[in-house]
């Protein structure tokens, strides 16, 4: 099996200023050691507004923490009111833009054509999209959670050659999971996430699978990270609120010692 450098991800949703992002990012930085980013890739998903900020402090202190965006517009310039393109994150140095949230999908109406575009425009423009799919409570009762999540994998990376899959993360993020406190369990969280490397193998080969990462979100705390972790096909989280407390979100990336 390939070795995957597990990716803990926060992503903050429309919470902390720039002001903020400053503070929690150096708390993280002070938190976090350079055996942690040994085994673990750590990553911050900020608002727009701090992105700069953020990028100032990561060059400045030549932090090892990544950052990326939450969103990203299909288009790369022009006269897209509020939207915010590839060239101007990448300009941020921006090593990742999440495409297909199901709070986008849901509020925004965000569907597998756009996201399917945003992947590619992430592409374009030297980012790393994270995908995000999952299915709503409903379709987990209805037993159709599996093709659920498949369509929207396959639709997201529709016409995306191997070479850009190849590095490409996945996140499964069951929406009734995200922010309820109602975690999967580790074997719903297996169960999908190993249905998606057989997809991913299928769509393209299996050593580009093996070497996918698959990210689990969905009210993913210090206190069930380390069970989901140890799935065989979960690689790391997309972790929400629990992201926003800065010790908290250290021992979410030290999984291992949880
Ligand atoms: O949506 C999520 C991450 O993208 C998960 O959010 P919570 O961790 O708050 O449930």
Same mark, same amino acid.
Request: hydrophobic share 40%.
């Given at each position: 099996?390939? /070795?995957?450098?597990?990716? *803990?991800?926060?992503?903050? %949703?429309?919470?902390?200023?720039?002001?903020?992002? !400053?503070?929690?990012?150096?708390?993280?930085? #002070?938190?976090?050691?350079?055996?942690? #980013?040994?085994? =673990?890739?750590?990553?911050?998903?900020?608002?727009?507004?701090?992105?700069?900020?953020?990028?100032?402090?990561?060059?400045?202190?030549?932090?090892? !923490?990544?950052?990326?965006?939450?969103?990203?517009?299909?288009?790369?310039?022009?006269?897209?009111?509020?939207?915010?393109? +590839?060239? *101007?994150?990448?300009?941020?140095?921006?090593? @990742?833009?999440?495409?297909?949230?199901?709070?986008?999908?849901?509020?925004?109406?965000?569907?597998?054509?756009?996201?399917?575009?945003?992947?590619?425009?992430? @592409?374009?423009?030297?980012?790393?999209?994270?995908?995000?799919?999952?299915?709503?409570?409903?379709?987990?009762?209805?037993?159709?959670?599996?093709?659920?999540?498949?369509?929207?994998?396959?639709? +997201?990376?529709?016409?995306?050659?191997?070479?850009?899959?190849?590095?490409?993360?996945?996140?499964?993020?069951? =929406?009734?999971?995200?922010?309820?406190?109602?975690?999967?369990?580790?074997?719903?969280?297996?169960?999908?996430?190993?249905? !998606?490397?057989?997809?991913?193998?299928?769509? @393209?080969?299996?050593?580009?699978?093996?070497?996918?990462? !698959?990210?689990?979100? +969905? /009210?993913? %705390?210090?206190?069930?990270?380390?069970?989901?972790?140890?799935?065989?096909?979960?690689?790391?989280?997309?972790?929400?609120?629990? /992201?926003?407390?800065?010790?908290? #979100?250290? %021992?979410? =990336?030290?999984?291992?010692?949880?």
């Amino acid at each position: 099996m390939a /070795s995957r450098t597990p990716l *803990m991800a926060g992503n903050w %949703k429309m919470n902390l200023n720039h002001l903020e992002a !400053i503070a929690h990012v150096q708390k993280l930085a #002070f938190g976090l050691s350079d055996k942690d #980013f040994d085994e =673990v890739e750590v990553a911050v998903l900020p608002p727009f507004t701090d992105l700069r900020s953020v990028q100032t402090l990561v060059d400045g202190d030549k932090l090892k !923490i990544k950052y990326g965006a939450q969103d990203i517009s299909a288009q790369d310039s022009g006269a897209y009111t509020g939207e915010i393109s +590839g060239p *101007m994150l990448a300009k941020l140095n921006c090593t @990742y833009a999440v495409v297909g949230h199901s709070e986008r999908r849901q509020y925004h109406g965000e569907n597998e054509d756009i996201c399917n575009a945003k992947v590619k425009a992430a @592409y374009r423009h030297g980012l790393t999209p994270i995908l995000c799919i999952g299915e709503p409570l409903e379709v987990r009762k209805a037993g159709s959670h599996v093709a659920h999540t498949l369509a929207q994998l396959d639709g +997201g990376l529709k016409d995306v050659p191997a070479d850009q899959a190849a590095t490409v993360v996945i996140a499964y993020e069951p =929406v009734w999971a995200i922010g309820t406190g109602e975690v999967a369990t580790p074997d719903d969280a297996q169960e999908v996430c190993a249905a !998606i490397r057989a997809r991913l193998a299928e769509l @393209y080969d299996g050593v580009l699978a093996e070497g996918v990462r !698959i990210q689990y979100g +969905g /009210s993913v %705390k210090s206190g069930n990270v380390a069970a989901i972790m140890a799935q065989p096909d979960v690689d790391g989280a997309l972790v929400g609120g629990a /992201s926003l407390d800065a010790d908290e #979100f250290v %021992k979410i =990336v030290r999984f291992r010692d949880q």
